[in-house]
Every structure is written in C-alpha cells, then in structure tokens.
C-alpha cells in the first residue's frame, strides 16, 4: 500500500511538473515565416509629410491619434499619383460616430453626444474638422447645401448660430420667406 | 465469509490510519525526491533557431494591461488586429473582439459583441432601457496568453508551444487542425483559419489567435491594437523592465484576470473591471 502511495504521489508531482513545459522545436517553416511577417500599421511616420494636418490637432484631443485610426493602415498609403499624394478613405461621418456617440460603457469622461438630438439631420463633418475636432466650420457652410437639414438645425435658441431674441421657433418655409438661402443675413422684405 | 468481511473490516481499519500516517510522508517525500531528479536530469528545451534574428526571448517576459475605464468600445483595435494578422473580417473567426458587459437592475449580466466589435457599438442598442442599467463597460478580450495554458497541454502534435518570453505562439506546419486547443482554450481566443483566409504562412485549416503580433514585438514595436488604440486602453510592455507602463500598473494599482478560478494565470491584465461585470 505503501509503494502504491509513494507511485501515486510521485505520479501527482511529475504530472504538475510536467503541466505545460511544451516548447517543441519550431518547423523552420514557422521559424520563417515570423521572420517574413509585414507590417501594416504605423510602418512611416505619417505626420512628417501631413505637416498640415498635424500641426491642425496639436494641442488637441486628436494629436495622440494613430493617423490610422481613422485612415488606411499606412502601408496601403496609395502613394504619390502624379503628383498628388492620396490618402484614403474620405472622412466619413461613420469615423465621428464610431467613438463619439454616446453610449452605455462608455467612460462617462470622454467626450461624447447624442446622436439624435445634437444637430439631428446634420453631417458631423459640415461643422466639425476631423483633424481639430472641434466646430470650426459653420462660417464656411454655404448656403444653400444640397443635403441641408432644416434652419432650425443650427439656427435654433441653443444652435450654433442662434437667431434673434424676437424670433419663434418655425419651420422652413417661415424662415425662408424673409431670409434667403445664400444670403445668410436676413434680407427679406420685413 | 462473515469472519472474513469482519476481518477485512478490521485490517482495513487499523492499517487505514497506519497506512496514512506512512503514504502522506512517502507522498510528499517521493514527490520531492522526484522533482530534485527531474531538475538534476532535465535537460533544457532543445532550442532552434531564433524565432526572429537578433531577438532574445529569454530576456523578456510580455505583459498586456486593458483598461476598461479607458475603453470606448470604438472597435479600432478589431480593424487593426484583422488587417495586420490577415484575420477574416467576421465574428467567428477572430484574435481579438471586444465585449460590452452590462449589469442589469435585475442582476443579469448581458454580454454583446456585435461582429467582434469591428464597427463599434453604435448600432448596437442595448435590450434593456437605459433606466435599468446599473453598470456597463466594454471589455476588450484577446488571447491571456496564460503561463499554464490548457491549449498547449491538449495539442497532440506540439504544434502550440510558448516561447520563452511567455507569448504562445502556433506552428502552422505542424498544426493538422484538429480543433482540440479551440475547444480547451477557456476564453474562447482561439479559431480555425477557414479556407480562402489569409494567414502568415497561407495554411487555411490550422488553428490561429492572438500572439501579442510577435513579428511586430520582436522588433521591438507595440501590437497593431496598441497602436491604434485612440485612448490608450491597451497598453503592452515588458514586465522584466520595472519602470515599463505595464510593470508600473500591475505594481501599483490593483487589476484582476478574467476567470482565475480556473488557475491558467493568464498574462492579460484588466484594469477598472470590477467583480460584478468580470
């Protein structure tokens, strides 16, 4: 009975001992094939040459970004095409959303909205640049814009360019039979 | 036949007490002697040639920390793990996805990862209203890359070994794909490469996960998913350099493994995870 405990015991060491202590000669295929392994992701320094859209975030939330964050990994980087460096995708509004709408989980820090209620209807990016984050663009939005949301949109009493003290809140068509698209200041007949 | 069981009986009982205070000794005593032999004997792992040139495993140790009260649950990391590792854009084959765990006010935990978390959480509403979330975070998960790993252990070819700066790592040429280490892995990190799918070595069938992007570590650059990760959640280092960030964290604040009932002492740290949502 003795010897059976002693076997057993030793059975129990030389198994936990043994537990994982696997390191099986790799196949020099394997071997190989780390060595030959590419890169996709941060292979160039992306703001030596996008000087512009570097210095853009400096200073802001955005500068710790990997450019790839948002664009292609920079080994797809189509390169200089006569003469034109391209760089892809195009902004989309998908890129905002992906990290900027609020969601549960999200740490309550980080800055985030409602995607339905903050300038519904609105593109992301006809206020917001990328690159500084911030809303930056209103005074370039021309009027009239294809996909325009309604004025109320942004001209509304906590709008980005809010409208008089002495207006009420209306639809489209009330606004644009004094102001209009274009003109951007009232001009209508009033 | 009744003398005989009152006999049997008798032995039994005497030579059970005797017999324990003899085998525990010998157990414990025999198991010593043993591992002494074994560490006189042993020989070390025959060692091949460096995974990768001008590389010493030995003299790292990788750790991994995810912060959980950092994590926006953007799913950047999934995109850039995908295309930096040729792992199909789905998921059911996946190195890393990320989890939203929320607990509920009814005491459930709700678990989703929507296509591994590729597109974020955007489009992905939560079951339950807003009033009966207690808590929610997103959690990344990838493989533990644990220090007793079961995938290692059950793989009847050696196909998956660890190297010596603990990272598991597949060997596709050996791998015949069965499947044994997808199933022993307990946090589900491992899948079978599908055919059509690009892998390193162009193997569809053999067994595939995360390997901390070994060809970018071992040339002294972070993972893919570190890199991209636009808040800093994912943080990797080595933990034999006591002054790296991971070395730092696990020193001073306090982070916790995902199932470590289960004792595979995993590599992958979680940070701001409490019990209730783990």
């Known amino acids: 009975m003795t010897v059976v405990a002693t076997v057993l015991g030793a059975g129990a060491f030389a198994a936990s001992s043994f537990y994982d202590q696997y390191g099986t000669p790799r196949t020099p295929v394997s071997v190989r094939s780390w060595q030959l392994r590419p890169e996709t992701y941060a292979t160039s320094d992306c703001r030596g040459c996008h000087g512009e859209a570097a210095a853009a975030t400096n200073g802001l939330a955005h500068a710790r970004l990997l450019c790839e964050a948002c664009h292609v990994p920079s080994v797809d980087h189509p390169g200089p095409v006569a003469g034109v460096v391209q760089m892809l995708p195009a902004p989309n509004e998908s890129d905002c959303v992906t990290c900027h709408a609020s969601l549960p989980g999200r740490p309550a820090g980080f800055a985030q909205v409602a995607v339905d209620a903050h300038y519904a209807g609105a593109e992301c990016l006809s206020c917001h640049d990328p690159h500084t984050s911030t809303a930056t663009k209103p005074p370039e939005v021309t009027h009239p814009l294809a996909h325009l949301p309604t004025c109320a949109t942004c001209h509304a009493p906590l709008g980005l360019k809010s409208y008089p003290v002495n207006h009420d809140p209306a639809p489209d068509n009330v606004c644009l039979s004094c102001h209009r698209l274009g003109a951007g200041v009232g001009v209508g007949s009033q | ?278």
């Open chain 2, 1 to 278: 036949m009744t003398d005989r069981v009152t006999t049997l009986a008798h032995i039994s009982r005497r030579s059970l007490l005797k017999a324990a205070a003899v085998s525990v000794p010998c157990l414990i005593g025999g198991g010593a002697i043993f591992e002494a032999l074994t560490t006189l004997t042993s020989t070390p792992v025959p060692t091949v040639d460096p995974i990768v040139a001008n590389y010493d495993a030995a003299a790292h140790r990788w750790g991994f920390v995810v912060d959980t009260a950092a994590c926006i649950g953007c799913g950047k990391c999934v995109v850039a793990c995908k295309t930096e590792n040729g792992v199909p854009f789905d998921e059911e084959h996946t190195r890393t996805w990320i989890e939203r765990r929320t607990l509920t006010s009814s005491g459930a935990v709700i678990a989703q990862a929507p296509d591994a978390g590729i597109a974020g959480f955007a489009d992905a509403p939560l079951p339950v209203a807003a009033s009966e979330i207690v808590d929610s975070k997103f959690v990344a998960r990838l493989c533990m890359q644990c220090e007793l790993s079961p995938c290692t252990t059950v793989c009847p070819v050696g196909a998956t070994y660890r190297t010596a700066d603990g990272v598991i790592l597949v060997d596709e040429a050996r791998c015949i794909g069965c499947g044994y280490c997808v199933v022993a892995c307990p946090y589900g990190a491992r899948y079978l490469v599908p055919a059509g799918a690009r892998t390193p070595t162009g193997v569809a069938g053999v067994a595939d996960k995360c390997t901390f992007c070994y060809h970018r570590v071992t040339r002294g650059q972070q993972p893919a998913c570190v890199e991209v990760c636009p808040v800093g959640a994912r943080k990797f280092g080595d933990l034999n350099d006591a002054t790296s960030e991971v070395s730092v964290i696990l020193r001073d604040q306090a982070t916790r493994v995902l199932r470590p009932e289960l004792g595979t002492k995993p590599r992958v740290h979680y940070l701001g995870l409490e019990d209730r949502l783990a």
